[in-house]
């Protein structure tokens, strides 16, 4: 009989003393409307070929300054930028730090000072948090919202606090210092730049692209933490020390980015690259349009462009660059890098097919 009696109370005991904090019906609504109003949607360059053209940024001043990651889509003359409340601006690409895959943004153009934003300077003072610590993740991934609809939330811990050992396909991240990694489902496409907070709306740090650990090969979700360093390439080969504090307390001294002119396309050659979404992607041939220029000289996909004419090809860009020069109807003689062979083709470039009407 004592022992029937027994267990209810200690039920009631172990029920009395359980923190608030500890309950799984916790609401975290005030913390989410208050950061959602401190996170902007951007939209640029992108929407072809499965690059997304939105993300995420984060507001750090009442001037209209915000952080994201360096990604395709501010390779634009339109950078837009959505506010919490629906206004929309556009933006300046002010400085670009590779080596911790960082962009700072401006807004142009500010009506008015901007009321909600995030401390960078506290933020960089957050001291490091635990494993197990909660979190919450604020992005437009997915372009979940547009204008005055809240981005997306997410609760998750911090996994660990360690080095990122992380690949673009073949290509390493751009920064590889330590982050933290959550057990939210955080990097997606259109999350980068978006931010994780401790569970009281404290900014922890800036969620990162979309990559898979060289180690595992699987995805990972991580962010790149306010007070992180990197080193960078400095003068004559010489590494230099870089952060994010540094970038912020030079924002007034960078010229702004130029702004990126389209390319005038005088001819066709019948080649589809893989996604130029790094800092110098190599010129990998990823598909041949059928009845092409390039399909008629027998190219394949992986071939890899060395050189045009004699000119070296180091990236996509370069070879977009080189390209404007030739009208249709010209010859170019190309090298091209096939498994461990290096093979030579004639080209003659034809015109642009007429874009079909809608």
Not at 68 to 77: A, G, K, P, V
Not at 153 to 170: D, F
Request: neutral net charge; contains cysteine.
């Amino acid at each position: 009989m004592r022992r029937f009696l027994l267990i209810p109370f200690a039920l009631v005991l172990a029920m009395t003393f359980v923190p608030t904090s500890g309950r799984s019906d916790e609401s975290f609504a005030d913390v989410v409307d208050d950061v959602n109003k401190k996170v902007v949607k951007l939209y640029g360059s992108g929407g072809i070929r499965g690059l997304h053209s939105y993300g995420t940024g984060v507001l750090v001043s009442a001037d209209g300054y915000i952080f994201t990651i360096n990604s395709h889509i501010l390779d634009t003359r339109d950078l837009r930028i959505h506010m919490y409340d629906g206004t929309r601006y556009h933006g300046t690409v002010v400085a670009r730090e590779p080596a911790l895959d960082l962009a700072l943004v401006k807004i142009e153009k500010l009506a008015d000072k901007i009321e909600y934003f995030y401390d960078v300077e506290k933020a960089a003072r957050l001291k490091e948090l635990d494993p197990g610590t909660g979190i919450l993740g604020f992005s437009n991934q997915f372009q979940i919202a547009t204008r005055d609809e809240p981005v997306s939330v997410q609760r998750g811990v911090i996994a660990s606090y360690a080095k990122l050992a992380g690949r673009i396909g073949v290509f390493e991240a751009s920064y590889q210092g330590n982050v933290y990694f959550v057990d939210a489902i955080t990097n997606n496409p259109g999350a980068g730049g978006g931010i994780i907070t401790t569970r009281k709306g404290e900014l922890v740090g800036l969620i990162g692209r979309e990559l898979r650990n060289e180690l595992t090969n699987t995805w990972i979700n991580y962010c790149v933490p306010f007070n992180a360093t990197a080193e960078a390439p400095g003068k004559d080969g010489k590494k230099i020390q870089t952060s994010v504090m540094e970038v912020w307390n030079k924002k007034e001294k960078y010229s702004p980015v130029p702004k990126i002119e389209p390319l005038k396309v005088k001819s066709y050659h019948g080649m589809i690259f893989v996604p130029n979404v790094v800092e110098r992607t190599p010129p990998y041939v990823e598909e041949v349009v059928p009845g092409s220029p390039a399909d008629k000289v027998e190219l394949k996909p992986d071939d890899l462009i060395v050189y045009i004419e004699g000119i070296p090809v180091p990236d996509i860009n370069a070879f977009n660059t080189i390209m404007a020069g030739y009208a249709s109807g010209t010859e170019i003689k190309m090298e091209v890098q096939r498994g461990d062979k290096l093979v030579s083709v004639t080209m003659k470039l034809e015109k642009l097919p007429e874009k079909k009407k809608e």
